[in-house]
């Protein structure tokens, strides 16, 4: 399909164990977002690329989370040591570029769920 | 700290109805409105966008912005139960790229 590409769709990871996320963006979409929901929450902003420039991680929690995309395209969302307070939906986010008045939409992957146990 | 707020519901109503969902936001620059629409377990839907003041229908939905109030507001006509789901109102940041901030989203059910 045309979408973003969301991998696991389903994770679970024993506490104290590396995860990592993959997202495969919408083809021609330069901005790729990673954000967090816990149940019950609306989406958490976590990090953002355009093209493979990291340009704002200020919603990434700690120091265990890290993002990257490294040509430009599929990225990968790693949180290493994983507590339980990390179970959440992770969703990734494409979108193409945005005029200068206004911003495009964007467009989200299935989201994979992880649970730290 | 730039923030959305939305009542978090649920908000019932019966079928055929009009379903009106409310978002207020902290940013005055913000230039850009999204509604999304979540079912349980899935991810976020774009069902509207508006960035101008005022009322922008697409079919059974209208979304309605004031700027000057840092209001916007989604109707939902002749609701269905198929429209049960939880909404989620989202705003740019202003002043950057596309960054969205999300409310905590509206949890509506239409009931037959």
């Known amino acids: 399909g045309a979408g973003v590409s969301q991998s696991p769709r389903y994770k679970v990871a024993k506490r104290g164990q590396d995860v990592a996320l993959r997202c495969d963006p919408i083809?021609?979409?330069?901005?790729l977002f990673w954000y967090q929901q816990a149940l019950g929450q609306g989406p958490e902003f976590l990090t953002y690329?355009?093209?493979?420039?990291?340009?704002?991680k200020s919603g990434l929690p700690s120091d265990r989370f890290f993002a990257e995309r490294p040509e430009g395209s599929v990225s990968t969302l790693k949180i290493q040591r994983t507590q339980q307070e990390d179970s959440a939906v992770y969703l990734c986010?494409?979108?193409?570029?945005?005029?200068?008045?206004?911003?495009?939409?964007?467009?989200f992957g299935n989201g994979t769920r992880l649970t730290v146990t | 700290q730039k923030e959305v707020e939305q009542n978090s519901g649920p908000l019932s109503v019966p079928e055929g109805a009009i379903a009106s969902l409310n978002c207020t936001y902290s940013?005055?620059?913000?230039?850009?409105f999204f509604w999304y629409r979540q079912y349980s377990g899935k991810s976020p839907e774009l069902i509207m966008f508006?960035?101008?003041?005022g009322d922008k229908e697409d079919g059974r939905f209208t979304a309605q912005l004031n700027k000057a109030s840092q209001y916007v507001s989604l109707l939902i006509r002749d609701s269905q139960p198929s429209d049960s789901a939880t909404y989620l109102c989202?705003?740019?940041?202003?002043?950057?790229?596309?960054?969205?901030?999300f409310g905590a989203g509206t949890r509506l059910a239409v009931h037959p």
């Open positions: 989202a705003v740019n940041v202003a002043g950057g790229y596309n960054k969205l901030i």
């Open positions: 083809s021609g979409h330069v901005s």
């Open positions: 690329f355009q093209n493979e420039a990291q340009l704002d």
């Open positions: 508006i960035y101008s003041n």
């Open positions: 986010a494409s979108s193409p570029p945005g005029r200068t008045d206004h911003n495009s939409p964007l467009h």
């Open positions: 940013d005055r620059g913000s230039q850009s």
